[in-house]
């Protein structure tokens, strides 16, 4: 099930087995219909979904079926609608019928613009190894190309909480996150763009700070193309935590060292003091530890996180460790 929760109050927006879209708040109270299956076109569905800042609005993009077939006839678009069902805005298509699929990345935080993504020919493997990442403003649907390779994780893309107009992207193409990853922080006003880290490194999963002063991302050295001689994915336990001032001296601080893990997923503390992150064994455990963006010494605060089967892929469990897709593991 596709679902998110508001980012102000605890109601939940999710996606039904029929493709519709539904609201309701986390007691089970005020449950409503925001989109449902048109009567003429049974095979449409909201794809993708995320919540605007304020959480007044959800960005959906929705995939309806003009002709069964083999392959069927689609038309892909992004809508713009209120939370409160009274309004549901179309900002863009891709044609009727559309070669390409629309897929929600998300929200500047000043709610001025819409991340989205392209999938071209509706081709999942496409999608994999990376395609741009654009906008479109809310107002009059200008459109703006941010970037052009984005893998379609949302943790590789997040906007800054404090500066409404920047975001961070980890941009580079091929699916696999131990290579050709670089972090970077975009801004729609200027169309500027700045790389925080070496191509000596692959950077993954950004987490502004609440001043948006601070990224926390997690690296690891760059492997390379492992097709190009190597039989299993390298070895991923030299990926560390990192937190580095974007609006200094672009100089990053490593916060972790321990060769018996890798870390991941980096979250910030409220009062930005602290970053939450996971740390995975070389046993595929994972586990929940807090570390104070000063320095020192991590606190493990969960033993044991539970994780969803991870699925064999060509680079994927061959360790049986948490490396569910080509390295990426999704939280």
Same mark, same amino acid.
């Not at 076109?41 to 919540?51: D, K, M, N, Y």
């Not at 989205?116 to 493997?125: G, I, K, V």
């Not at 006003?189 to 000596?200: H, N």
């Not at 974007?246 to 970053?275: F, I, K």
């Given at each position: 099930?596709?679902?998110?929760?508001?980012?102000?109050? !605890?109601?939940?927006?999710?996606?039904?087995?029929?493709?519709?879209?539904?609201?309701?708040?986390?007691?089970?109270?005020?449950?409503?219909?925001?989109?449902?299956?048109?009567?003429?076109?049974?095979?449409?569905?909201?794809?993708?979904?995320?919540?605007?800042?304020?959480?007044?609005?959800?960005?959906?993009?929705?995939? !309806?079926?003009?002709?069964?077939?083999?392959?069927?006839?689609?038309?892909?678009? #992004?809508?713009?609608?209120?939370?409160?069902?009274?309004?549901?805005?179309?900002?863009?298509?891709?044609?009727?019928?559309?070669?390409?699929?629309?897929?929600?990345?998300?929200?500047?935080?000043?709610?001025?613009?819409?991340? %989205?993504?392209?999938?071209?020919?509706?081709?999942?493997?496409?999608?994999?190894?990376?395609v741009p990442l654009?906008?479109?403003?809310?107002?009059?649907?200008?459109?703006?190309?941010?970037? /052009?390779?984005? #893998? &379609?994780?949302? !943790?590789?893309?997040?906007s800054d909480p404090?500066?409404?107009?920047?975001? &961070?992207?980890?941009?580079?193409?091929?699916?696999?996150?131990?290579?050709?990853?670089?972090?970077?922080?975009?801004?729609?006003?200027?169309?500027?763009?700045i790389a925080l880290?070496?191509?000596?490194?692959?950077?993954?999963?950004?987490?502004?700070?609440?001043?948006?002063?601070? $990224?926390?991302?997690?690296?690891?050295?760059? /492997?390379?193309?492992?097709?190009?001689?190597?039989?299993?994915?390298?070895?991923?336990?030299?990926?560390?935590? %990192?937190?580095?001032?974007?609006?200094? &001296?672009?100089?990053?601080?490593?916060?972790?060292?321990?060769?018996?893990?890798?870390?991941?997923?980096?979250?910030?503390?409220?009062?930005?003091?602290?970053? $939450?992150?996971?740390?995975?064994?070389?046993?595929?455990?994972?586990?929940?530890? $807090?570390?104070?963006?000063?320095?020192?010494?991590?606190?493990?605060?969960?033993?044991?996180?539970?994780?969803?089967? &991870?699925?064999?892929?060509?680079?994927?469990?061959?360790?049986?460790?948490?490396?569910?897709?080509?390295? /990426?593991?999704?939280?």
């Amino acid at each position: 099930m596709i679902g998110s929760w508001s980012p102000i109050v !605890d109601r939940l927006a999710y996606v039904a087995e029929d493709g519709s879209l539904w609201i309701e708040s986390a007691d089970g109270s005020d449950r409503r219909t925001l989109i449902s299956p048109s009567p003429d076109q049974p095979g449409g569905r909201v794809e993708s979904l995320a919540w605007s800042p304020d959480g007044e609005w959800l960005a959906v993009a929705r995939l !309806d079926t003009l002709k069964a077939g083999q392959p069927p006839e689609n038309t892909a678009s #992004l809508w713009r609608v209120s939370a409160d069902g009274g309004q549901a805005i179309e900002l863009l298509n891709a044609g009727r019928p559309s070669d390409y699929g629309l897929m929600v990345a998300g929200w500047l935080s000043d709610g001025a613009y819409i991340l %989205f993504q392209t999938d071209p020919m509706f081709s999942a493997s496409i999608v994999a190894d990376g395609v741009p990442l654009l906008a479109v403003a809310v107002q009059d649907g200008k459109q703006i190309t941010l970037t /052009h390779t984005v #893998l &379609a994780y949302p !943790d590789f893309i997040v906007s800054d909480p404090a500066e409404g107009d920047r975001l &961070a992207v980890i941009a580079g193409g091929y699916r696999s996150v131990w290579t050709s990853k670089t972090l970077q922080v975009l801004s729609i006003t200027t169309g500027q763009s700045i790389a925080l880290t070496s191509p000596e490194v692959a950077a993954s999963s950004p987490a502004w700070s609440p001043d948006g002063q601070s $990224l926390a991302y997690v690296a690891m050295p760059d /492997h390379g193309d492992p097709v190009a001689g190597l039989d299993l994915p390298p070895d991923q336990m030299p990926r560390r935590l %990192f937190v580095i001032d974007t609006l200094g &001296a672009a100089q990053s601080q490593q916060l972790t060292d321990d060769p018996n893990y890798r870390d991941e997923w980096p979250q910030w503390s409220a009062d930005g003091q602290e970053v $939450l992150f996971v740390r995975v064994d070389e046993s595929g455990q994972a586990s929940l530890w $807090l570390m104070p963006t000063i320095g020192g010494d991590p606190c493990r605060l969960v033993d044991a996180l539970t994780q969803e089967p &991870a699925a064999t892929t060509y680079y994927g469990d061959y360790r049986r460790t948490a490396m569910p897709y080509y390295g /990426h593991m999704d939280w």
